[in-house]
T-cell receptor, first 113, second 114 residues
C-alpha cells in the first residue's frame, strides 16, 4: 500500500537556523504530495502542496520539491522563527486509491529564541 | 480559521458508552472526511462522504459509523467505546472528489474514554 515516512523528532533549533524535515513516500503511481502543520492545540493546516514531479510548493518561507527519482518531498525553511514551533506532517493522496490523505508520523519542531 | 466546525471540543465518557461527534464543512464543500489521531497509530483516515454518499473507507472499526446529512453536515458515531478509542478526531472538508483538492481541517474533538 501507500505510505509516507518522515524523520522522527523532536527537532530543536535556534531562531534563524535552517530547517530540513525529510519525507519519502511509497506509492504505486504518481501521488499528490502535501505538508500540513499542526500548531499546539489546533487542527491541521495545509502548508504547501505539489501535484506532479519537479513541482515546488512554497508558503510562508517554507519550500518542498516533488522529486520522483528519489520519491521524496523534503520540507525546508531558511530561517525559522519561534512561531514555527509545531508538528509537521507529510502526506500523499493517490486518486486511484480514493481521496484519503495518507500521513507520515509527524515531526515535532521546537524553535528556541 | 478553516471554516470547518466540530463539536464538541472535548468529550469524556466511560467504556461501553456511545458518543456522536459532529462536523460542519466549509460552505460549498461537498466532501467530508474523518480522521483519527492517536499516539500509537498516528493520523489515520477513517471514512469519506461526498454529497451524502459514502465514497471511501479506511481503517474504521465496525463499532464506528458515520453519515452525511442533506445539509452536508456529518456525524461520526462511536459505540461500545474502549480505552483505546481515546484520541483526537478530526473532520476535514473539500470542494469535490479530486485528489489534489485541498482538505481543510476542523479543530478536532478530543475523546477521552475512562
Amino acid at each position: 500500500g501507500n505510505s509516507v515516512t518522515q524523520m522522527e523528532g523532536p527537532v530543536t533549533l535556534s531562531e534563524e537556523a535552517f530547517l530540513t524535515i525529510n519525507c519519502t513516500y511509497t506509492a504505486t503511481g504518481y501521488p499528490s504530495l502535501f505538508w500540513y502543520v499542526q500548531y499546539p492545540g489546533e487542527g491541521l493546516q495545509l502548508l504547501l502542496k505539489a501535484t506532479k514531479a519537479d513541482d515546488k510548493g512554497s508558503n510562508k518561507g517554507f519550500e518542498a520539491t516533488y522529486r520522483k527519482e528519489t520519491t521524496s518531498f523534503h520540507l525546508e525553511k531558511g530561517s525559522v522563527q519561534v512561531s514555527d514551533s509545531a508538528v509537521y506532517f507529510c502526506a500523499l493522496i493517490m486518486e486511484a486509491a480514493g481521496n484519503k490523505l495518507t500521513f507520515g508520523g509527524g515531526t515535532r519542531v521546537l524553535v528556541k529564541p | 480559521d478553516s471554516g470547518v466546525t466540530q463539536t464538541p471540543k472535548h468529550l469524556i465518557t466511560a467504556t461501553g458508552q456511545r458518543v456522536t461527534l459532529r462536523c460542519s464543512p466549509r460552505s460549498g464543500d461537498l466532501s467530508v472526511y474523518w480522521y483519527q489521531q492517536s499516539l500509537d497509530q498516528g493520523l489515520q483516515f477513517l471514512i469519506q462522504y461526498y454529497n451524502g454518499e459514502e465514497r471511501a473507507k479506511g481503517n474504521i472499526l465496525e463499532r464506528f459509523s458515520a453519515q452525511q446529512f442533506p445539509d452536508l453536515h456529518s456525524e461520526l458515531n462511536l459505540s461500545s467505546l474502549e480505552l483505546g478509542d481515546s484520541a483526537l478526531y478530526f473532520c476535514a472538508s473539500s470542494v469535490g472528489l479530486a485528489g489534489a483538492g485541498t482538505q481543510y481541517f476542523g479543530p478536532g474533538t478530543r475523546l477521552t474514554v475512562l
